[in-house]
């Protein structure tokens, strides 16, 4: 799907420079401390990461990896435990983020239908308003932001290592670290671009910890030597489910691509011979995986990750062929969890960077500060990596937020907030006046530890089936205590999850007798919750023609 989207867009070379080595010169000249000016409107930066899980963020759950910036965060704001999305998959949640609207009606129901570029943005009425807006890192939409002053983004998925980047002023190549060159590019708007005399929305935007998951070489080195707890489910067999979760592709051992994902070399494969499954390290469009992300390295770059890559290939070739079937998830499972938290240890130092910065400078006192992703991940739970199902993972989010004067530091909150309110919520931020047709709620009044709030239950719909990773279409209703969820194309499904008594959500009491009340009540609620949002079967059968006029189906 990543290779698709990047095919579609005509990537034009312009040029190609180290520009990390000048920003970084750049920012050295000019930290003096800037008069703090109280404006009238705050500023905004709005920071999301790609597929990060909460489970990675240590304000949320301690056992993996220590997060300190992020929760710098959540020690200075709010952290959000029950915040979700509508649909768990990219670039329809960054439409959702954007718009204020359920997929269904921004038209982005998909990573791979074409984002309307006639929908009202949040950016757009930022702009209009009067602020100066800039978006770096990616956006994943295959077109340019509208409403935005300055950016550059990764075209498409993007890459780690020596990225590409989509500008006003045409395409470049910058040398260095995805992560760290996305920052770079945020310091020096920030520092040299940014007009002081006017509020600015800034969007700050990772590719981490997006698959394939490569690490900065001093992180891929430091984390491949770790060890990480294993969650309870990593052996989940899916009895208690329905055939959704048995029919998907994201099982650790069996779907993880041993080169694209685990860095084992094609040549380390061939050597085992008859050892290995007659799977061939490839990726989604039968390219060599391993190759086609390690390839983008220069010599130099190369010859930091060698020695390590060359230490997991050694152990590989030496443990494997004698490992037991739940020997090898374990493995799996710890070459998947050293590389994907090695990428989000990047994050966290780049945003300490940042973070540093507004204070020396001043500028966070009259900043909001959001940090979210565009959707949770499965670290091993349900033996699962990827995202799309509205089971806990994946349908929530992390969502922190800090303005000072403004929120009680370290508070917490627990309400069923989406990434549906998140528009409503920064333009009521900045007294900019929402569209009618949003969908949202404002968080203000949360934010503000005020007692107003009536929601009990969201709603949730996911399409993208048939596809990568296999996850059948379906829409639910959750609420605090139950998730109710139709399976509705391919089979005709329902399940009901007990959210206090199976947390885990391993048993599917739909048919039990005990909850048929509880059911008849949430069908209700969620044939309700379908109107008021303005989804129907109707849409649903549009959206599978759509799918059948492209030959995807
Ligand atoms: C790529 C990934 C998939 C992932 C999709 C969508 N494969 O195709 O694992 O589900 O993106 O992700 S990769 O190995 O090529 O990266 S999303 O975050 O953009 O929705
Ligand atoms: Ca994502």
């Excluded at 959540?74 to 609207?101: D, H, W, Y």
């Excluded at 309110?421 to 503000?448: C, H, N, Y």
Aim: hydrophobic fraction near 35%; proline fraction near 5%; charged fraction near 25%.
């Amino acid at each position: 799907m990543g290779s698709f989207i990047y095919k579609m867009i005509n990537l034009k070379k312009t040029k190609s420079i180290c520009l990390s080595s000048i920003i970084i010169f750049l920012m050295g000249c000019g930290s003096q401390k800037e008069t703090v000016k109280k404006y009238a409107r705050p500023n905004i930066i709005f920071i999301m990461s790609d597929d990060h899980a909460y489970q990675a963020i240590s304000a949320y759950q301690d056992n993996l990896i220590a997060t300190p910036n992020i929760d710098r965060i959540a020690e200075q704001g709010m952290l959000f435990s029950n915040a979700c999305v509508t649909n768990s998959i990219c670039a329809p949640s960054r439409a959702t983020i954007l718009t204020g609207k359920h997929t269904h009606l921004n038209g982005k129901i998909d990573n791979r239908l074409p984002f309307d570029t006639t929908n009202i943005t949040f950016p757009i009425l930022f702009q209009q308003a009067g602020y100066q807006t800039a978006m770096f890192g990616k956006l994943h939409f295959g077109n340019n932001p509208k409403g935005i002053d300055d950016f550059l983004i990764l075209p498409g998925q993007g890459n780690y290592i020596n990225p590409d980047f989509i500008t006003p002023r045409g395409d470049t190549t910058i040398i260095g670290y995805v992560t760290d060159i996305i920052t770079d590019l945020t310091l020096s708007w920030l520092n040299q671009k940014r007009d002081p005399e006017k509020p600015f929305m800034l969007m700050y935007m990772h590719k981490a910890p997006h698959r394939p998951w490569w690490p900065r070489a001093d992180k891929f080195k430091e984390y491949s030597k770790m060890n990480f707890p294993v969650p309870s489910t990593l052996f989940d067999d899916y009895k208690g489910r329905g055939s959704a979760a048995k029919k998907a592709e994201m099982n650790v051992l069996y779907d993880m691509k041993y080169g694209h994902d685990s860095k084992i070399r094609p040549e380390t494969i061939v050597e085992m011979g008859s050892v290995m499954p007659k799977v061939p390290p490839m990726n989604w469009d039968g390219v060599d995986g391993f190759y086609q992300n390690y390839n983008r390295a220069n010599d130099e770059q190369k010859a930091l990750y060698d020695p390590i890559i060359d230490s997991i290939n050694n152990e590989f070739r030496k443990y494997w062929p004698s490992m037991s079937r739940e020997e090898k998830m374990r493995w799996k499972y710890q070459r998947y969890m050293q590389d994907y938290l090695g990428t989000i240890a990047s994050i966290d130092d780049n945003l300490g960077r940042l973070l540093d910065y507004l204070k020396e400078t001043g500028l966070d006192q009259n900043t909001m500060i959001i940090y979210t992703s565009d959707q949770g991940f499965y670290l091993g739970e349900h033996g699962w990596f990827d995202k799309r199902f509205i089971y806990n993972e994946s349908f929530k989010t992390p969502l922190l937020i800090k303005w000072p004067e403004h929120i009680a530091p370290g508070s917490k909150n627990d309400e069923m907030v989406q990434n549906l309110d998140f528009a409503q919520t920064l333009l009521d931020v900045a007294g900019i006046k929402a569209p009618m047709d949003m969908q949202g709620e404002s968080l203000l009044p949360l934010l503000r530890g005020e007692d107003k709030w009536n929601r009990e239950a969201v709603y949730y719909h996911y399409y993208e089936y048939p596809a990568v990773h296999m996850v059948k279409r379906h829409y639910g209703i959750i609420s605090k205590t139950y998730k109710l969820v139709h399976f509705y194309y391919d089979v005709d499904e329902w399940e009901l999850y007990d959210r206090m008594k199976d947390p885990s959500e391993l048993n599917n009491v739909y048919k039990d007798p005990a909850y048929t009340s509880i059911v008849a009540r949430l069908k209700l609620e969620l044939k309700d919750l379908r109107i008021k949002y303005q989804d129907s079967e109707v849409l649903d059968q549009q959206f599978i023609d759509v799918y059948r006029d492209n030959g995807w189906l």
